[in-house]
T-cell receptor, first 113, second 113 residues
């Protein structure tokens, strides 16, 4: 079974803190994704990566950056957390794009106070 | 502009009954895939079913089937013999481009015993 592991289920941070969300997949997938999930808005893509050190912006990249130094690990970074970044963050991976199934982690619920 | 539209924020169904969740999408492509994902409460998102647009036959996975109307750009999910474990958020998704997956806002399904 494909396993996508997010390092934290719940995080509480202060405004202005630098926040790291980590995601690891064990299926040698090329593609990895970070989504933000908010009620009524579904999932919105923040960034995705199609190879090590490669990244592309999604729909809502402002206030976020990413890092992919190894194929299995994809990190989402909030440089200076703000209250409007309080949300559920989902990581996913897939073998290729388009028709390929995305496999999701359990999510990290981030609260910024 | 939203690519995928789920017009039913919430639905409920009696156990053992059938329910249909609606989804419409917008594309100019002729060959593509469509997905339904399920997110149970506090659990990770998993694939329910996938439809290939060039196949006229509707996809089926046990109690889950789709009604795919390509000309109408409609992709509804039918759940037969609903079970308590079917209670979840359901997301319709469409890959836009090679890597970008677009999700609808989701439909929360409640199953009444």
């Amino acid at each position: 079974d494909v396993k996508v592991t997010q390092s934290s289920r719940y995080l509480v941070k202060r405004t202005g803190e630098k926040v790291f969300l980590e995601c690891v997949q064990d299926m040698d997938h090329e593609n990895m994704f970070w989504y933000r999930q908010d009620p009524g808005l579904g999932l919105r893509l923040i960034y995705f990566s199609y190879d090590v050190k490669m990244k592309e912006k999604g729909d809502i990249p402002e206030g976020y950056s990413v890092s992919r130094e190894k194929k299995e690990r994809f990190s989402l970074i909030l440089e200076s957390a703000s209250t409007n970044q309080t949300s559920m963050y989902l990581c996913a991976s897939s073998f290729g794009g388009g028709k390929n199934i995305q496999y999701f982690g359990a999510g990290t619920r981030l609260s910024v106070l | 502009a939203q690519t995928v539209t789920q017009s039913q924020p919430e639905m409920s169904v009696q156990e053992a009954e059938t329910v249909t969740l609606s989804c419409t999408y917008d594309t100019s492509e002729s060959d593509y895939y469509l997905f339904w994902y399920k997110q149970p409460p506090s659990r990770q998102m998993i694939l329910v079913i996938r439809q290939e647009a060039y196949k006229q036959q509707n996809a089926t996975e046990n109690r889950f089937s789709v009604n795919f109307q390509k000309a109408a750009k409609s992709f509804s999910l039918k759940i037969s013999d609903s079970q308590l474990g079917d209670a979840a958020m359901y997301f319709c998704a469409y890959p836009k481009g090679n890597n970008d997956m677009r999700f609808g806002a989701g439909t929360r399904l409640t199953v009444k015993p």
